[in-house]
Every structure is written in structure tokens, then in C-alpha cells.
T-cell receptor, first 115, second 112 residues
Framework: NAGVTQTPKFQVLKTGQSMTLQCAQD?????MSWYRQDPGMGLRLIHY???????DQGEVPNGYNVSRSTTEDFPLRLLSAAPSQTSVYFC??????????????FGPGTRLLVL | GDSVTQMEGPVTLSEEAFLTINCTYT??????LFWYVQYPGEGLQLLLK?????DKGSNKGFEATYRKETTSFHLEKGSVQVSDSAVYFC???????????FGQGTRLTINP
């Protein structure tokens, strides 16, 4: 199993450009999510999905779109990049069960710089 | 809403020192609690977890006990190594929720 994979590893954008951050997992996990990591602020949830065709907003959704057409893939779209979106982005996945202790598995991250 | 507060970093220790990183939380009911570790240039990895009060999670010499009475989940290790240098995140998942709520992270540096 490759686990959770993310591409690209690093990207530089100009203000106003658009791009898609890719995330894929091969563990058949229903739950997938996107976080951004900024210094001193921990990880903040952007969007999440509990299954194909179902998405919802997290703590900081503005400026980002997501869709979930398959169980495996959960791309994050920036429609018009802004310098405030400079960050490290992590995708994560986990099974959806009721026990609460399910581990979330994280990808290696995408470092995004918006000029 | 649910929240997690970690001790401020950075923390710098000498090899073989005792480590404590404090974590307290606010949540309704009985959340599940986690410690994640992020090594330089990598994503987050689960270090340990506990799903009910008085449970102790342990892994790689690290331990944390779920204390309902003090709403705490402090991370401890008896003798740290240079290889433990990383950023440590405390997190919770509320009862019935899928989302993780993270603390701000604590950067730990171990000097030889």
C-alpha cells in the first residue's frame, strides 16, 4: 500500500492563478480531509468528506473547493490564489466507524508559495 | 466548540533528559485523544492514542494518560534521544465526530 499520496510536493503560484492539489489513498477509507499548517497555528481543517459525493466545510474553507467523485481521490482546488494561502497542505484519510479511536493517516504534504 | 491547548514551545533538552509536553482539552462528552509527531520534512504520524478515561497510550517509550478529571493528556518520555527531535501535536476527536481538532504543536529539539 502506498498509503496517502499528494502531488505536487512544492508549487509556486502567482496571485490570481488557479491550481489543484491532488490527494489519493489506496486504503479504501471513507473519510478524507484537507488541512493547512501555518506556523504557531497547528493544523486547521479546510474541507472534509465522509464518502464519494459527500463533502463539507471545515474551519477555514474560504478560497478552496473540493469534490469527491471516487473513494480514492480528494482534490483541493484553489480558484484564484492569494498570498494568504501560502502554507503547507496536508491530506488525511481514515475509516469511518463509531469507536472514535480510528487513526487518521497523513500524506507527506504540499508546500505552496503564492507570490 | 472543542479545543486543544498545548504547552508553548520550542522545547530544548539534552539527550537522556525527561520530557513532558502538556496538553489540555475542552470538549463535551468523552472525546478520543491523540498525539501525532511530525519529523522534519514529513507528514504527521500517529504516536499514540487513548479512547476512554484512565487509558494509557504508549509507543516508542512515549506515554500519555487520559485524565478526565483534569481534561489532560500530557506526553511523557523518561529518556529522550536526538532522534526524538520533531514537532508534537495533541489532538482530539469528539464523540461521534470524524474531524480531528489539533493543538498548535510543540517543537522539540534534543541536543547530544
Amino acid at each position: 500500500n502506498a498509503g496517502v499520496t499528494q502531488t505536487p510536493k512544492f508549487q509556486v503560484l502567482k496571485t490570481g492563478q488557479s491550481m489543484t492539489l491532488q490527494c489519493a489513498q489506496d486504503m479504501n477509507h471513507e473519510y478524507m480531509s484537507w488541512y493547512r499548517q501555518d506556523p504557531g497555528m497547528g493544523l486547521r481543517l479546510i474541507h472534509y468528506s465522509v464518502g464519494a459525493g459527500i463533502t463539507d466545510q471545515g474551519e477555514v474553507p474560504n478560497g478552496y473547493n473540493v469534490s469527491r467523485s471516487t473513494t480514492e481521490d480528494f482534490p483541493l482546488r484553489l480558484l484564484s490564489a492569494a498570498p494568504s494561502q501560502t502554507s503547507v497542505y496536508f491530506c488525511a484519510s481514515s475509516p469511518v466507524r463509531t469507536g472514535g479511536g480510528e487513526t487518521q493517516y497523513f500524506g507527506p504534504g504540499t508546500r505552496l508559495l503564492v507570490l | 466548540g472543542d479545543s486543544v491547548t498545548q504547552m508553548e514551545g520550542p522545547v530544548t533538552l539534552s539527550e537522556e533528559a525527561f520530557l513532558t509536553i502538556n496538553c489540555t482539552y475542552t470538549a463535551t462528552g468523552y472525546p478520543s485523544l491523540f498525539w501525532y509527531v511530525q519529523y522534519p520534512g514529513e507528514g504527521l504520524q500517529l504516536l499514540l492514542k487513548a479512547t476512554k478515561a484512565d487509558d494509557k497510550g504508549s509507543n516508542k517509550g512515549f506515554e500519555a494518560t487520559y485524565r478526565k478529571e483534569t481534561t489532560s493528556f500530557h506526553l511523557e518520555k523518561g529518556s529522550v534521544q536526538v532522534s526524538d527531535s520533531a514537532v508534537y501535536f495533541c489532538a482530539l476527536r469528539g464523540l461521534g465526530a470524524q474531524k480531528l481538532v489539533f493543538g498548535q504543536g510543540t517543537r522539540l529539539t534534543i541536543n547530544p
